[in-house]
C-alpha cells in the first residue's frame, strides 16, 4: 500500500503492514495445520464452501473486532493485562451479582459503580501517573477503565473487609481501585488494608500517592506470603499464576485464615474455585464479563461467597453503615 494512492498518513500505514504480517501468520498456521490431512467432504457442502466462507468473514461481530483491534493500536498504550469498560448490559449483570452476594438492593450497587467512575480525584491520579511514568516499560492508557473491578470495588464497600488479599497486579489499577474503596470506608469509620503480591519488580505502580497508605505491595510469591500471612482475610482475589495447581495450593494457604463470611475471587473461568466452595458450603458463580466497543471480548470471574442461609457478616467485628446492609447479615436481619 502507497500512502500516496491511499491517502493514510505514515503512521497508519506502518501499523497496517504490521497488521497484515500478523494475518499472514495467521494464514500460514492455517495451512501447517490442514497441510497433508484428508477433508472427508461431499460435492454438495464443497460447493457451498465459498457462501460460507464469506459469510464468515462478512459477519458483524468479526468485521468490527479486526477493526476495533485496529483502532485500539492508536488509542491505547496498554501491552498487557488489558483494561476496557463494560457494556450496559454486562455492567447490570454485574450489579445484580453483586447484589446477591452483598445481600443489598442492585441500587445500593449502582450507586457504588458511579462512586468510583465519577471520581474525578480518583481518574486524575490515573491520568498523572499515565504521564509521569510514559516510559516505564509499563505503560498505561490515561483513563480509567474498570471491567470487573467495579464489582470488587463495590463489594469492598459494601462488606467493610479489614483485609483484602489480591494475587497478580501489573500495574495496579484493581490495586488502587481497592485502596479507593477502603479510603472511603476509612473515612466512615471502618478501618481496612490491602495486600497486593507479585513475583515482578515494577507492578503495582498506580498504587500511590494518597491511596498509598491504604495498601502495601509485597513482591514475593504469593505461596511463600500465604504461608506465614497470620491475620484474618475477609477477601481473596486470585489473579496471579491461573495453573490450577498454583491456585489450589493459594486455597489451601489461605483457607486456614478465611471465616465463614470471607469471599473469594478468581479472575479466571478455569478454576478450582467451584470445588473449594461445594468443599466450604459456600455458592458459587461464575461472572463473564463483556466488553464495550473492544477487541478481546473479556474475561470470567469465579467467585465463591457465603450462602444465604449462613451468611454471618463483617457484623461480628464491626457495625453496620446505616442504609446499607453487610453483604453478609443473616436472614432474620434481611427479613
Known amino acids: 500500500m502507497s ?4 491517502g493514510v498518513s505514515p503512521a497508519f500505514a506502518s501499523a497496517f503492514q504490521t497488521y497484515q504480517k500478523c494475518i499472514s501468520a495467521i494464514e500460514k498456521k492455517i495451512v501447517e495445520r490442514f497441510t497433508g490431512r484428508a477433508i472427508p467432504i461431499s460435492q454438495e457442502d464443497y460447493e457451498m464452501l465459498p457462501l460460507r466462507m464469506e459469510k464468515v468473514f462478512r459477519s458483524l461481530i468479526l468485521e468490527k473486532t479486526l477493526t476495533k483491534a485496529f483502532e485500539w493500536m492508536f488509542e491505547s498504550r496498554e501491552t498487557s493485562n488489558w ?3 463494560l457494556r450496559e448490559n454486562s455492567k447490570a449483570h454485574l450489579a445484580s451479582l453483586i447484589a446477591h452476594i452483598g445481600n443489598v438492593p442492585i441500587h445500593t450497587v449502582e450507586q457504588y459503580f458511579a462512586e468510583i467512575q465519577n ?7 490515573i491520568r498523572t501517573i499515565s504521564v509521569t511514568k510514559r516510559n516505564n516499560g509499563n505503560p498505561t492508557d490515561p483513563v480509567p477503565r474498570f471491567g470487573r473491578r467495579l464489582g470488587w470495588y463495590a463489594l469492598a464497600r459494601i462488606c467493610k473487609p479489614k483485609v483484602i488479599i489480591e494475587t497478580g497486579l501489573d500495574k495496579g489499577l484493581g490495586s488502587v481501585t481497592l485502596a479507593a474503596a ?3 470506608n476509612v ?3 471502618y478501618p481496612g488494608h490491602y495486600y497486593g503480591l507479585d513475583i515482578h519488580k515494577n507492578t503495582g505502580f498506580l498504587l500511590s500517592g494518597a491511596y498509598a497508605p491504604y495498601g502495601t505491595i509485597v513482591i514475593q510469591d504469593s505461596v511463600e506470603f500465604l504461608k506465614t500471612f ?11 499464576c491461573h495453573l490450577p495447581e498454583h491456585e489450589e495450593n493459594e486455597l489451601a494457604l489461605a483457607e486456614p485464615r478465611l471465616t465463614p463470611s470471607s469471599i473469594i475471587i478468581s479472575d479466571t473461568s478455569q478454576s478450582p474455585i467451584l470445588d473449594f466452595a461445594k468443599r466450604t458450603n459456600r455458592e458459587f458463580q461464575l461472572f463473564i464479563e463483556k466488553s464495550q ?3 478481546h471480548p473479556g474475561v470470567g470471574n469465579t467467585i465463591a461467597f457465603p450462602c444465604r442461609t449462613r451468611r454471618e457478616g463483617f457484623e461480628h467485628h464491626r457495625e453496620v ?4 446492609q453487610s453483604c453478609c447479615s443473616s436472614n432474620s436481619q434481611k427479613m
Open 3 to 6: 500512502d500516496q494512492q491511499q
Open 83 to 85: 483494561t476496557y469498560d
Open 119 to 125: 471520581d474525578l480525584e480518583f481518574s486524575e491520579h
Open 182 to 184: 477502603l479510603r472511603r
Open 187 to 189: 473515612s466512615e469509620g
Open 230 to 240: 497470620k491475620e484474618q482475610i475477609d477477601l481473596l482475589i486470585l489473579d496471579g
Open 293 to 295: 466497543d473492544y477487541w
Open 321 to 324: 453503615p446505616r442504609g446499607v
